[in-house]
């Protein structure tokens, strides 16, 4: 028979420990929120029915925002004071068109694998409950008061247990619900109090739960690890001087005598960083993605031609590491409208400011920029892909 299996991932913790500010499940680790990241796990595994998100209720914007467009069945609810409490939250949620199975997953794990969702799963089926877990290879010590420490207890009797927690899901709706204390940390805590036992099965080293700031840091790290193709491409771009008072140039428009002739905007510089992050992923240039003979393109605002290519690139796991750009022409100045130009071309791309450079020159009165015919843009975009052999 197959067993329906549903997952709980509980989101609705303040993250006071990791500081910050921002509940910690929303930051950004390699350019994705910790949610997307963790969420993503499930939501494209055929094996999991629905999953049911566990949210603080000051979250449901962010949270919405965080998984725009994954695949799959994902519903919120809201969470309680405690874990146990969000977890029982999202239980009861899903009682109604109650699973076979059951993982309950902190959204604060976002490096679990699919291969751990499989041992969950059958250890689930198998055993009625069931954790990943993993030995101790430090030695552990008591705290003995005033900075001293003595014998602890004999770590191979120890385990450290992580998240996804696999259960039958009668079996931990009943036990949530039976439960009149509210201390318990983990839901293997809260089956063994309703007096079942609860199996072990491998966990992974790399399933760290992020609690600290430090443990951001190291997330960073590890995604920077795993995003080990890294790409640079450019891109060049010219449109003619034609009617007009004012140039769009970086999504900005700036005021001038003249405008730029074009199908679109004829923002030189979207186009020339457009085509630099489609040179990255090897798919075709600006004008294969949005034909000028397209009426549809017409006027277009030049914005959507950089968030349809970054857009591929996020498709692909991928990230952008920097966006530079120069700009050839004897006026506009591009100096005053450097800072606007950066802050709008890093909204596009949904990166910080940081990460976008805007240059300027002059062409020294040569050539057809240097007759104030037009304006020429020249874009290099950097970026980070998960390595793959194709
Ligand atoms: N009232 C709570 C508390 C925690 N959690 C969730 O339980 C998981 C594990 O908890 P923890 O790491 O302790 O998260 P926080 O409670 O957010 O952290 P802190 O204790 O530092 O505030 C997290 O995904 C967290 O969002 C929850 O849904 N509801
Ligand atoms: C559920 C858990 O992640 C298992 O290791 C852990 O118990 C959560 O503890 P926290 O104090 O709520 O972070």
């Given at each position: 028979?197959c067993?329906?299996?549903?997952?709980?991932?509980?989101a609705?913790?303040?993250?006071?420990?990791?500081g910050?500010?921002?509940?910690?499940?929303?930051?950004?680790?390699?350019?994705?929120?910790?949610?997307?990241?963790?969420?993503?796990?499930?939501?494209?595994d055929?094996?999991?029915?629905?999953?049911?998100?566990?949210?603080?209720?000051?979250?449901?914007?962010?949270c919405?925002?965080?998984?725009?467009?994954?695949?799959?069945e994902?519903?919120?609810?809201?969470?309680g004071?405690?874990?146990?409490?969000?977890?029982?939250?999202?239980?009861?949620?899903?009682?109604?068109?109650?699973?076979?199975?059951?993982?309950?997953?902190?959204?604060?794990?976002p490096?679990?694998?699919?291969e751990?969702?499989?041992?969950?799963?059958?250890?689930?089926?198998?055993?009625?409950?069931?954790?990943p877990a993993l030995?101790?290879?430090?030695?552990?010590k008591?705290?003995?008061?005033?900075?001293?420490?003595?014998?602890?207890?004999?770590?191979?009797?120890?385990?450290?247990?992580?998240?996804?927690q696999?259960?039958?899901f009668?079996?931990?709706?009943?036990?949530?619900?039976?439960?009149?204390r509210?201390?318990?940390?983990?839901?293997?805590?809260?089956?063994?109090?309703?007096?079942?036992p609860?199996?072990?099965?491998?966990?992974?080293?790399?399933?760290?739960?992020?609690?600290?700031?430090?443990?951001?840091?190291?997330?960073?790290?590890?995604?920077?690890l795993?995003?080990?193709?890294?790409r640079?491409?450019?891109?060049?771009?010219?449109?003619?001087?034609?009617?007009?008072?004012?140039?769009?140039?970086?999504?900005?428009?700036?005021?001038?005598?003249?405008?730029?002739?074009?199908?679109?905007?004829?923002?030189?510089?979207?186009?020339a960083?457009?085509?630099?992050?489609?040179?990255?992923?090897?798919?075709?240039?600006?004008g294969?993605?949005?034909?000028p003979?397209?009426?549809?393109?017409?006027?277009?605002?030049?914005?959507?031609?950089?968030?349809?290519?970054?857009?591929?690139?996020?498709?692909r796991?991928?990230?952008?590491?920097?966006?530079d750009?120069?700009?050839?022409?004897?006026?506009?100045?591009?100096?005053?409208?450097r800072?606007?130009?950066?802050?709008?071309?890093?909204?596009?791309?949904?990166?910080?400011?940081?990460?976008v450079?805007?240059?300027?020159?002059?062409?020294?009165?040569?050539?057809?920029?240097?007759?104030?015919?037009?304006?020429?843009?020249?874009a290099?975009?950097?970026?980070?892909?998960?390595?793959?052999?194709e």
């Amino acid at each position: 028979m197959c067993m329906t299996t549903d997952v709980v991932v509980v989101a609705a913790g303040r993250g006071l420990r990791a500081g910050a500010g921002v509940p910690k499940q929303l930051r950004a680790v390699g350019g994705k929120p910790l949610l997307r990241r963790t969420v993503e796990c499930f939501s494209a595994d055929p094996r999991i029915r629905r999953i049911r998100v566990v949210i603080h209720q000051n979250d449901e914007a962010a949270c919405t925002e965080a998984l725009a467009g994954l695949p799959g069945e994902i519903a919120f609810c809201t969470g309680g004071e405690t874990r146990q409490a969000s977890v029982k939250a999202g239980l009861e949620a899903i009682a109604g068109d109650a699973p076979d199975l059951v993982l309950i997953h902190d959204a604060a794990r976002p490096f679990l694998t699919a291969e751990l969702v499989g041992r969950a799963i059958e250890a689930a089926a198998s055993h009625g409950a069931a954790v990943p877990a993993l030995t101790l290879t430090d030695t552990v010590k008591a705290h003995a008061g005033n900075g001293t420490l003595s014998a602890g207890p004999d770590r191979e009797g120890l385990r450290r247990v992580q998240t996804p927690q696999a259960f039958r899901f009668p079996l931990i709706l009943a036990a949530h619900r039976a439960l009149h204390r509210s201390d318990l940390t983990d839901d293997a805590a809260v089956a063994e109090a309703a007096g079942h036992p609860v199996f072990a099965f491998s966990g992974e080293a790399a399933n760290v739960k992020i609690t600290t700031a430090e443990d951001f840091v190291d997330a960073e790290r590890q995604i920077a690890l795993t995003l080990a193709d890294v790409r640079s491409a450019t891109g060049y771009d010219v449109h003619a001087f034609g009617a007009g008072d004012h140039v769009m140039l970086g999504g900005i428009a700036i005021p001038h005598i003249a405008g730029l002739a074009g199908h679109s905007d004829a923002d030189v510089v979207l186009h020339a960083l457009t085509d630099a992050v489609l040179g990255t992923l090897g798919d075709g240039d600006i004008g294969s993605h949005f034909p000028p003979s397209d009426p549809q393109w017409k006027g277009a605002s030049s914005d959507r031609f950089l968030a349809h290519a970054i857009a591929l690139l996020r498709a692909r796991g991928g990230i952008v590491a920097h966006l530079d750009s120069t700009v050839v022409c004897e006026a506009p100045k591009i100096g005053p409208h450097r800072e606007a130009m950066r802050a709008r071309i890093a909204e596009i791309a949904g990166i910080p400011p940081s990460r976008v450079s805007v240059k300027a020159t002059t062409s020294e009165r040569l050539g057809f920029t240097g007759r104030r015919e037009g304006i020429a843009a020249l874009a290099t975009a950097t970026v980070r892909l998960p390595w793959c052999d194709e």
